[in-house]
């Protein structure tokens, strides 16, 4: 008997639907010589302290290092305590059972870091023996789980990939069980002051963004802004220089030659400058970039958008949502044309698919070197039926970057024109000659929201226009903004750094904090624990995580670089580095940032002192 397990009751019953078993049984199904069961997610996690010998709070058994470490069945909150899920217990005696009888075990779930995990700590737990083989799929469809059970994977292929999810489980208890009651203990304080491998360093992003804006002293500036007219078509220059104080913009201002003041011919052409600017369409997303994208247009959280995809993964209507890249292969390449057909009767975007069809598609999103576990999300060409709202939104933002991606480039004219009047002014506009792949969503361009001009006539070197109207404009510089969650999971990306190039941004996600795949649990963690919440569509710290970020800021823990290089570790020992050398670092640090912590809780805990004194 053959038993694949899946990761929830919903997969499972799709594939046994593929196979035509139907035999519904108490926590599987079985039919045509297979047996189909499945966990509820994570059955097991590391043991907790109590475990190793490490009973309650206690600062003497700070760090706690377990020479090996142990699972434990997922835990439930009762009337009597603490106590094993009763049916995560019941689960895994029928999971026993049926391998037992197994000649064959099949893995089924998500394929993915934490789905190998999930799997893994499931066969290991059980102490099973038998063989077992991998199905590695991209999406849901009848088609893709056919072909992938034809086309299975030996079970050891994914080795490395369970030695990354296990370093990544491992480190995340020992910075957060140690941390965590380090500086609760030496606090004195009687709540948790909980710390986090990841939560911490992302928590310290939110607080120092906040408390820039917060502090920030904006300062008063000054331009001078000429309207000119050429043949009738009225443009706006502005001075090329800022004013400290509103007499010196004045002064300028009065030098402007201006039709007021007799002047016919007040603004001198200095040079023009149009230059043609070819736009590359944007890559194919992955879950980060979707997840930003639907927090600007509908301002879903980054945990609604994830739970949405996985929906419409499902479903069958989308491939592998948590997924990493944002590139496809050449195979799958191939499919492309195909697929675009399929969306010509697409109410909003049939048009644009239209006009692909047939037509040579853009390839900046086919590279096979930068397809990791999982290619770009697509849509999967099956029709979509009876989607709610929010479903077919982000439904839509898939279908619709995927024409994007696959388009031609935009073409716009970007010109420059210099002025002279008293001093230099600057006029500037684009106009898009060639929409490409903005015609698409048909969205105002985000280059165009700072100009002063939503078009400019032409006019020549040399030639001498009116001047109709002079103005002195007050400014002030502004702060950065506070992160919303869009902001926030593009900073995660590259662990704070702001770089706005895609490519340049895709090129640092494995130096990242988190993956794609968790940071939307982070983003709930913080808020779950009252460190940070949501006001409007920002993410603001509350009380408790400002009192955690100042005393953790100057530590390791907070510092994203360093955890972001961790992520960047984890990739590597996917790529087969060595777990010992990573165990150790790990050890080495949950040392140092054990003693770091106690003597931060101390100065916390004499500042009360002195307050209540």
């Known amino acids: 008997m053959k038993v694949i397990i899946a990761e929830k ?25 297979y047996t189909f069961t499945w966990a509820f997610g994570h059955l097991l996690q590391l043991a907790p302290p109590q475990e190793y010998g490490f009973y309650g709070w206690s600062v003497q058994n700070l760090p706690m290092l377990p020479a090996k470490f142990k699972l434990a069945i997922r835990k439930v909150k009762t009337k009597e305590g603490i106590v094993d899920d009763p049916s995560v217990r019941k689960q895994l005696d029928i999971i026993k059972g049926l391998f037992d009888e197994a000649t064959e075990i099949i893995v089924a779930t998500d394929a993915g870091r934490e789905g190998e995990l999930i799997f893994r700590y499931i066969y290991y737990y059980l102490k099973c023996k038998k063989p077992f083989k991998r199905l590695w799929i991209s999406s849901q469809t009848d088609a893709a789980i056919k072909d992938g059970f034809k086309n299975l994977k030996p079970g050891s292929d994914y080795d490395t990939l369970f030695n990354s999810a296990h370093c ?64 009738g078509q009225l443009f706006r220059a502005v001075s090329v220089n800022n004013f400290r104080t509103k007499e010196d913009a004045q002064a300028v201002l009065d030098k402007v030659e201006d039709v007021a003041a007799g002047f016919e011919k007040g603004g001198h052409i200095l040079n023009v400058e149009a230059k043609p600017r070819k736009e590359p369409p944007p890559l194919l997303h992955d879950l980060s970039s979707l997840q930003q994208e639907a927090n600007k247009r509908k301002g879903f959280t980054a945990d609604q958008t994830l739970s949405l995809l996985q929906n419409l993964y499902e479903n069958k209507l989308v491939t592998y949502p948590r997924t990493g890249s944002r590139y496809i292969g050449d195979d799958v390449f191939a499919t492309i044309p195909a697929l675009i057909d399929k969306f010509v009767d697409h109410p909003d975007f049939g048009k644009q698919a239209g006009v692909l069809s047939g037509s040579k598609l853009n390839k900046r999103s086919v590279n096979a070197k930068k397809v990791t576990d999982h290619h770009a999300i697509l849509p999967t060409g099956e029709v979509a039926r009876q989607l709610s709202k929010d479903q077919q939104a982000i439904y839509d933002m898939v279908v619709g970057r995927m024409l994007e991606a696959f388009h031609q ?44 001009n939503s078009s400019l006539p032409k006019v020549i070197k040399g030639e001498d226009l009116p001047v109709t109207n002079k103005a002195i404009l007050e400014k002030q510089t502004k702060p950065k903004p506070l992160y919303n969650e869009a902001s926030l999971l593009k900073a995660l990306e590259t662990a704070g750094k702001e770089i706005d190039d895609e490519e340049l941004r895709y090129a640092m996600k494995d130096s990242g904090l988190g993956t794609p795949a968790t940071r939307a649990a982070i983003i709930e963690t913080l808020i779950k624990r009252d460190y940070i919440s949501r006001e409007k569509k920002n993410l603001v710290p509350t009380a408790n ?22 992520e960047k570790r984890l990739e590597e020992i996917r790529s087969g580095a060595s777990v010992a050398n990573f165990q150790q670092e790990i050890k080495d640090y949950t040392c140092a940032i054990t003693q770091e912590m106690l003597k931060a809780g101390a100065v916390i805990r004499k500042k009360q002192q002195e307050t209540s004194a």
């Open 409 to 452: 480039e935009c073409i716009k004219q970007i010109t420059k024109i210099a002025v002279q009047s008293g001093a230099k002014f600057s006029a500037s506009g684009t106009v898009i000659s060639s929409a490409g792949w903005r015609a698409v969503f048909n969205e105002p361009d985000e280059d165009k929201k700072d100009e002063e």
């Open 168 to 231: 990544r489980s491992q480190s995340d208890w020992l910075v957060g069980m140690n941390a965590t009651q380090a500086l609760s203990l030496a606090a004195g304080t009687r709540s948790v002051l909980s710390l986090g491998r990841v939560q911490t360093p992302t928590l310290a992003m939110i607080c120092s963004r906040y408390l820039e804006n917060k502090n920030f002293v904006p300062e008063l500036y000054f331009q001078v802004a000429i309207q000119l007219d050429k043949d």
């Open 9 to 33: 009751p919903s997969v499972a019953r799709e594939i046994a639907r593929v196979f035509g078993a139907n035999q519904k049984r108490e926590g599987y199904i079985e039919g045509k010589g």
């Open 545 to 566: 995580g400002l009192m955690v970020y100042e005393v953790v800021k100057n530590q390791q823990i907070a510092q994203a670089e360093l955890t972001g290089n961790w």
